[in-house]
């Protein structure tokens, strides 16, 4: 089956800093990239939907200077949360859609950010 | 607009028992309807899926869900749990056209197994 993995699995940051987490689709071209976020005990949010080579089209309330975005090749598309603050700790969850699947996202395993 | 509604956000059931997760929708075109699995600190991965055809669908590790456009639901069901089916469970609607394939959660539900 197709699988995505993320990178890295959790990560612990002073606040202010920049935080980058990679996605990557290791066995199918992931034309679509999608990254949620989740807090303890509720639901994926999505934040973001990155097409490869063009711009990510953000949700209504994310922001986008925050939550930088880039789907520069077909199988790696990176979240940069920039000057990290602790209300942005949270569990981030992409998935990875290939081209002509239309209807099916696989989702990888998260990464668990803590700002201190 | 879609969304979707899970009933109950925590369901307990003994070992052995009928499981059953409900889920309602709401779609103004032809859903596709998902439900996911999560077990602590990790992904989701997919159970099972409907998109055309037939309207019980089964999927991994025994469960099967039904589509009922009438009742529009999509409830999830499972003979008999196991312990290891104690996760989160979230249902999930997408359009067949006219985006991009974002899908829309509903609030999860929790489902403990007891021994």
């Known amino acids: 089956g197709a699988v995505v993995s993320q990178h890295p699995s959790w990560v612990i940051c002073k606040s202010g800093t920049s935080v980058k987490i990679e996605c990557r689709s290791l066995d199918f071209q992931a034309t679509t990239m999608f990254w949620y976020r989740q807090f303890p005990k509720q639901s994926l949010m999505l934040m973001a939907t990155?097409?490869?080579?063009?711009?990510?089209?953000?949700e209504q309330g994310v922001e986008k200077d925050k939550f930088l975005i880039n789907h520069a090749s077909l199988t790696l598309s990176t979240l940069t949360v920039t000057s990290a603050h602790p209300e942005d700790s949270s569990f981030y969850i992409c998935s990875a859609r290939e081209w002509g699947f239309y209807n099916e996202q696989f989702f990888g395993p998260g990464t668990r950010l803590t700002v201190l | 607009a879609q969304s979707v509604t899970q009933l109950g956000s925590h369901v307990s059931v003994s070992e052995g028992a009928l499981v059953l997760l409900r889920c309602n929708y709401s779609s103004s075109v032809p859903p596709y309807l998902f439900w996911y699995v999560q077990y602590p600190n990790q992904g989701l991965q997919l159970l099972l899926k409907?998109?055309?055809?037939?309207?019980l669908v089964k999927g991994i590790n025994g469960f099967e869900a039904e589509f009922k456009k009438s009742e529009t639901s999509f409830h999830l069901t499972k003979p008999s749990a196991h312990m290891s089916d104690a996760a989160e469970y979230f249902c999930?609607?997408?359009?067949?056209?006219?985006?991009?394939?974002?899908?829309?959660f509903g609030q999860g539900t929790t489902l403990q197994v007891k021994p």
């Open positions: 999930a609607v997408s359009g067949t056209s006219g985006n991009t394939g974002k899908l829309i």
């Open positions: 990155s097409n490869e080579g063009s711009k990510a089209t953000y």
């Open positions: 409907y998109t055309t055809g037939a309207t």
